[in-house]
Each structure stands twice: as structure tokens, then as C-alpha cells.
């Protein structure tokens, strides 16, 4: 089953509005969240990450909202660029005792329109 | 950017042969994974390692060997390769767990592997 769902598979957006890409979760255990961003041919880029005990992290124009108890994050990029086209992945994981086991959803590709 | 490479890039092998994946870090980093990428499905965790010689197995292991005889150097073998396992494998590593909490990965730049 997948732990970390990424319910859109595609998103358009105008170039300067704000782009939301969502990602759902099911283990209430995961305590850490992250967004990766991933261009053709290269390896996930790290985005924005957010821990269990915050409910919104800020850096830059991306935001990442954590609502836990409908287990539920979004990322927010505003303005949108033409250059923030690409495929965004959402990962949640959980600390073991032999290392940090991550869960990844299925991506969300974006689309910015100039 | 986290240093970071694997090796081969691309490599075209054929059903039944054994196929090596090296992934290198120069970052002294104590964790590392392997991953592979396939449509529909994202990235799904084949196996990690926590130190040298300690590794443990993810949700899609069978099929799959690796090994960590050094702190930077991770690799995973097909022993058999099959169609089914066709896909881009990516590599990354994490540094040490703070406070119990989980550590943002880092990934290699991935090999395209196609079995024929």
C-alpha cells in the first residue's frame, strides 16, 4: 500500500501565481517531511523539509504547510517561475534505529506557463 | 550539492546476467540508499545502509544484494538481472539521525538501467 500519496499527477500554472501541490499520508508515526524537486535526467533536488512539530516552514518563495491531524502537507511556491517546471516529489519519513526510512509519493509534475 | 556520484550512468545488460551499481560519497555521511525510480510508482526504498557491513532491506529488496565494505562506497548487485527490473536506481545518503529525528537525503544523479 502506498504509505504517501500524491493524488495529481500534473499541474499548470500561470507564470507569478501561486502553485500548491499537494501529498497525503497514512502513517501517524512519520515525523519528518520533505519536498524534492527533479528535472529530466538528474537525481531528486532537496527543497524544503518540515519536522512533525512545526505546522509551516518558510524559505524563500516555498512554504511547506503540515496539517497532522488530517495527515496532510502542501507545498506553496509563490510567485511561480517558468524555471519551477519539473516534477515535485513528496517523501515522509520516520527515524529507526538503524537509519531514516523514507516513503515517497508518486510525484506531481508542474508546469509553469510564461 | 552533496558529493555525490554512481556509476555506471546507463547500462544496457541482458535477462540472467549479473549487473554491479557503485554509488561514492566524499561526504563521510553514515547513511546510505538505493532507490529506483519507475512511473506510477515514485521512488521506493531496495536497500539502506546504517555503517560499514550493516545494511537492512526496504520494501522492494527481493532480487537485490549490496554491500558496504567502506564508509563512501555503497553497491548494489543484481545477481540475475530480469526485465523486471528495468528502471532508474538512484543512490543517497543522509547524515547521522539528531535528536531521533529523521535526516533530510541527498541523492546521487542515477543510472538508467535497461535489461533486455
Known amino acids: 500500500d502506498q504509505q504517501v500519496k500524491q493524488n495529481s499527477p500534473s499541474l499548470s500554472v500561470q507564470e507569478g501565481r501561486i502553485s500548491i501541490l499537494n501529498c497525503d499520508y497514512t502513517n501517524s508515526m512519520f515525523d519528518y517531511f520533505l519536498w524534492y524537486k527533479k528535472y529530466p535526467a538528474e537525481g531528486p533536488t532537496f527543497l524544503i523539509s518540515i519536522s512533525s512539530i512545526k505546522d509551516k516552514n518558510e524559505d524563500g518563495r516555498f512554504t511547506v504547510f503540515l496539517n497532522k491531524s488530517a495527515k496532510h502537507l502542501s507545498l506553496h511556491i509563490v510567485p511561480s517561475q517558468p524555471g519551477d517546471s519539473a516534477v515535485y516529489f513528496c517523501?515522509?519519513?520516520?527515524?529507526?534505529?538503524?537509519?531514516?526510512?523514507?516513503?515517497f509519493g508518486t510525484g506531481t509534475s508542474l508546469t509553469v506557463i510564461p | 550539492d552533496a558529493g555525490i556520484t554512481q556509476s555506471p550512468r546507463h547500462k544496457v545488460t541482458e535477462t540472467g546476467t549479473p549487473v554491479t551499481l557503485r554509488c561514492h560519497q566524499t561526504?563521510?555521511?553514515?547513511?546510505m540508499y538505493w532507490y529506483r525510480q519507475d512511473p506510477g510508482h515514485g521512488l521506493r526504498l531496495i536497500h539502506y545502509?546504517?555503517?560499514?557491513?550493516?545494511?537492512d532491506k526496504g520494501e522492494v529488496s527481493d532480487g537485490y544484494s549490496v554491500s558496504r565494505s567502506k564508509t563512501e562506497d555503497f553497491l548494489l548487485t543484481l545477481e540475475s538481472a530480469t526485465s523486471s527490473q528495468t528502471s532508474v536506481y538512484f543512490c543517497a545518503i543522509s547524515d547521522s539521525q539528531r535528536e531521533g529525528r529523521s535526516e533530510t537525503q541527498y541523492f546521487g544523479p542515477g543510472t538508467r538501467l535497461l535489461v533486455l
Open positions: 545502509s546504517y555503517g560499514v557491513k550493516d545494511t
Open positions: 561526504e563521510n555521511h553514515r547513511y
Open positions: 517523501a515522509a519519513g520516520r527515524a529507526l534505529n538503524t537509519g531514516n526510512q523514507f516513503y
